[in-house]
């Protein structure tokens, strides 16, 4: 009897350890119980970042804290990952929620579920000084033999498929650090993202690299180019999506929410803009 027993207790023991670490990412209650939050960000200021202190700072990561404490979770345990790694962390259980600002994305929305907007940006271009290629927008790409670098996992690379951009005229980054270097050394003519990280980019780049003025938004299927971002969760944390979407829709209704927002160099346009799509729109497409 006893050496029967002995197996299937061990076994029960696994399945529960293993269903203790599961309800972890995927149970409110737990992670409540057990007074942590697991956040990821991708380190790309002004959306989710960590500063020389670090301390977790941006959009993303100030109004994460916010509903924290309003879902009664008093620590929260940061990670920093390249963008491109934090869909493979939430579904490897890294962590509980990216709070990364990404864009809600149909082919996203296939891998993990997504809170509502809590924000909306729009794109960008990051050029070398004096723009000497005269490059203003995305499309040009297609046809000029340009090289532009895009960060690994950004939905800007989706945008120049769409676009018809050669394969061949697009270098891959791990992160937005390189651009800047990327950019001024001549590997790229340009680096395409947000144009909040192109602003903030442009500020570093010691006078070597600049915003692409009287940049044109991209056009793909006719109709212009905006992002909305929100936090991501893994697909069997339906009850904390829930929740942070109860508490999130509570606090974009004050003045606090939008002074987080402008304070990151977010527009008017851009918080007004966060409250026209919904997450089930944004999936579908």
């Not at 301390?55 to 924290?68: F, L, T, W, Y």
């Not at 270098?171 to 990280?197: E, F, K, M």
């Not at 180019?225 to 969760?233: L, Y």
């Amino acid at each position: 009897m006893k050496s029967v027993l002995k197996p299937c207790l061990l076994a029960m023991a696994a399945t529960c350890a293993l269903g203790l670490s599961a309800a972890h990412a995927a149970d409110l209650a737990a992670i409540q119980q057990s007074g942590t939050l697991r956040v990821a960000v991708a380190n790309e200021i002004p959306y989710g970042y960590m500063d020389l202190n670090g301390e977790a700072k941006g959009a993303g990561p100030d109004v994460i804290k916010h509903i924290a404490q309003a879902l009664g979770i008093k620590k929260i345990a940061w990670t920093t990952t390249n963008f491109g790694s934090l869909i493979p962390g939430l579904q490897a259980d890294r962590y509980d929620v990216v709070a990364a600002e990404m864009a809600i994305l149909p082919q996203r929305c296939k891998q993990v579920i997504y809170s509502e907007p809590n924000s909306s940006y729009g794109e960008g271009l990051l050029v070398a000084k004096g723009n000497p290629k005269n490059i203003h927008d995305f499309e040009s790409f297609a046809t000029s033999g340009n090289k532009v670098a895009i960060m690994a996992g950004a939905d800007q690379l989706e945008m120049m498929q769409a676009l018809k951009v050669p394969a061949a005229q697009i270098v891959t980054l791990s992160n937005n650090a390189d651009a800047i270097s990327t950019v001024s050394t001549g590997r790229a003519d340009a680096y395409a993202a947000t144009s909040l990280t192109v602003g903030e980019l442009a500020a570093k780049g010691k006078g070597k690299v600049e915003a692409a003025h009287d940049f044109k938004d991209p056009v793909v299927d006719g109709q212009p180019v905006r992002s909305w971002g929100g936090f991501a969760f893994a697909q069997d944390s339906k009850n904390l999506r829930d929740a942070v979407n109860q508490e999130l829709a509570k606090f974009k209704k004050t003045d606090d929410w939008k002074k987080i927002l402008h304070g990151y160099g977010f527009s008017e346009e851009d918080t007004t803009q966060s409250f026209s799509r919904s997450t089930e729109q944004l999936c579908a497409g």
